[in-house]
């Protein structure tokens, strides 16, 4: 099997997600689900982060307050990724591809995250 097959778990990304939000508080997922389903009533946030990923960044942008919010959250999670589970990506490079919408890259980041984890699992999403 290639690794061209492999794709994200949902439930673990969302486990994921959840332990990097923690120190913001619960509001922060609560506001980005809302924002989420009010454009996308059938997919969960995994399915737009890695189908959508513009749009993505927009609410969270929006949920946050602001792109420079945004890129500061996902520079947390590049340090959490760090000195959790050893895994460095160039947050920039995330920032880019989710501003521009590469769903290639952004499954990239995931799998390489979720093989760190060892949480990898084959799926259909």
């Known amino acids: 099997m ?6 994200p778990d949902p439930e673990k990304l969302d486990f ?3 332990q990097v939000v923690r120190p913001l508080g619960p ?7 809302r924002h989420l389903k ?4 059938d997919m969960n946030w995994i399915q737009v982060l890695l189908e959508h990923p513009s749009k ?16 500061l959250f996902i520079k947390m ?5 760090l000195t959790e589970f050893r895994v460095y990506f160039d947050a920039e490079e995330l920032i880019a591809s989710l ?18 984890m060892g949480e990898i ?4 999403l």
Request: glycine share 6%; net charge positive; charged share 30%.
């Open 2 to 7: 290639n690794e061209q097959e492999f794709h």
């Open 16 to 18: 994921f997600l959840r």
């Open 27 to 33: 509001g922060l997922m609560a506001l980005m689900i």
């Open 38 to 41: 009010k454009e996308f009533k």
């Open 56 to 71: 993505f960044y927009e609410l969270l942008s929006i949920s946050l307050g602001g792109d420079e919010r945004a890129d």
């Open 77 to 81: 999670i590049s340090a959490y990724l």
């Open 99 to 116: 501003r521009s919408g590469s769903k290639n890259y952004v499954k990239k980041f995931f799998m390489e995250v979720l093989k760190a």
């Open 121 to 124: 699992r084959v799926v259909k």
